[in-house]
């Protein structure tokens, strides 16, 4: 059965080579196509299980540190999902980490550590602050490569999530390897006009995202930060239900006194877009585990559950034909 996996990605990884659109800023040599795991070969790994250890790999000519939590049921040989989540701005993996829950869930965690930017703080690219001539896009595909060729990584089941600036990243990765990462969840993004570079000859991707209402960092109906545009949350919701090809407008369900989920129907194959409003909420992380951020974060919803569902539902290889 295994084997036959294999196969069935090498070649969904020629047809989507074919198929794969050119984007103004990705990096030509990045890979966005799903890859064979090599590792699913290695008969174990030095790594421990179910503890967190802090790794660097070489990117562009820098050395480049990760956080990465292998789940207790991890086995050599088979494949296992992995989910990275991206910290924001000043984080460094292990704050994310603390507050989401990521590594509750049944998936290789990965926390990948941002360069020093403005004032020496840690940002991803996409954002005013970032480190400049740094290109994060290339760390993400080398850090993949170098996974899947010493774990056993399901091709398919690759995923990405982040919070503030690192969601912002997330929202440029969906635009410029959505034939890689399979789905992408984003939560109190920081969506910096650089955070669509590629977009406009990019294919659909699946996209979940939440932000309060009150958030004091990035708010809600759009204004400026760091001196650069931002958009209302509705808004850039709807741009991406239009590169999905979904309906004009969404389903709105209210989820217990403070949540609404705004659901796109009927969009691109594999490219569903919800979007929750979470009323009086900060900057903040929905189910936080421990404080992820100035002002309230809501209980109703948990974005580890939600994000865990939504990235279950969106397999790379059930839309590869999108």
Same mark, same amino acid.
């Given at each position: ?14 047809? +989507? ?33 179910? %503890? ?25 040989? *088979? ?12 984080? $460094?993996?292990? &704050? ?24 020496? %703080? =840690?940002?991803?690219?996409?954002? !005013?602050? @970032? @480190? %400049?001539?740094?290109? $994060?896009? =290339?760390?993400?595909? &080398?850090?993949?490569? *170098?996974?899947? /060729?010493?774990?056993?990584? &399901?091709?398919? =089941? ?23 990462? @399979? ?17 406009? /000859? /990019? ?22 930060? *760091?001196?650069? !545009? ?7 919701? %709807? ?31 594999? +490219? ?13 992380? !929905? ?36």
């Amino acid at each position: 059965m295994r084997f036959a996996k294999l196969a069935a990605v090498a070649a969904l990884a020629l047809t +989507a080579t074919a198929v794969v659109p050119q984007t103004a800023s990705a990096t030509p040599s990045v890979r966005n196509y799903p890859k064979v795991s090599m590792g699913c070969t290695a008969p174990s790994t030095s790594l421990p299980l179910g %503890q967190t250890v802090t790794q660097t790999i070489t990117s562009g000519g820098l050395a480049r540190g990760y956080l990465i939590h292998l789940p207790a049921s991890y086995q050599p040989g *088979h494949p296992k999902p992995v989910v990275m989540a991206f910290h924001g701005r000043k984080g $460094d993996g292990s &704050d994310i980490e603390e507050f989401s829950g990521i590594d509750g869930l049944d998936t290789i965690a990965v926390y990948p550590v941002g360069a020093k930017g403005l004032d020496d %703080q =840690r940002a991803w690219q996409s954002a !005013p602050y @970032a @480190a %400049q001539g740094v290109d $994060d896009v =290339r760390f993400v595909g &080398d850090l993949l490569d *170098h996974l899947q /060729s010493t774990l056993c990584v &399901d091709p398919l =089941r690759i995923f990405a999530t982040g919070k503030s600036n690192g969601a912002g990243f997330v929202s440029l990765l969906a635009c410029q390897l959505p034939m890689r990462i @399979a789905a992408f969840a984003t939560i109190a993004g920081a969506f910096y006009p650089g955070t669509t570079v590629g977009c406009s /000859s /990019s294919v659909p991707a699946p996209i979940v995202d939440f932000h309060g209402t009150a958030d004091p960092t990035i708010e809600y109906n759009g204004g400026t930060s *760091h001196s650069e !545009p931002i958009p209302n949350l509705m808004d850039w919701a %709807q741009n991406w239900a239009n590169h999905n090809h979904c309906a004009a407008t969404p389903v709105e369900t209210p989820i217990g006194s403070d949540v609404i989920q705004f659901s796109w129907q009927n969009c691109a194959v594999n +490219a569903s877009v919800t979007h929750y409003r979470i009323l009086g909420a900060g900057h903040t992380w !929905p189910g936080e585990l421990v404080d992820s951020g100035p002002g309230s974060a809501t209980q109703t919803v948990k974005a580890q559950q939600v994000i865990w569902s939504f990235f279950n539902a969106h397999t790379l290889g059930s839309g590869l034909f999108r």
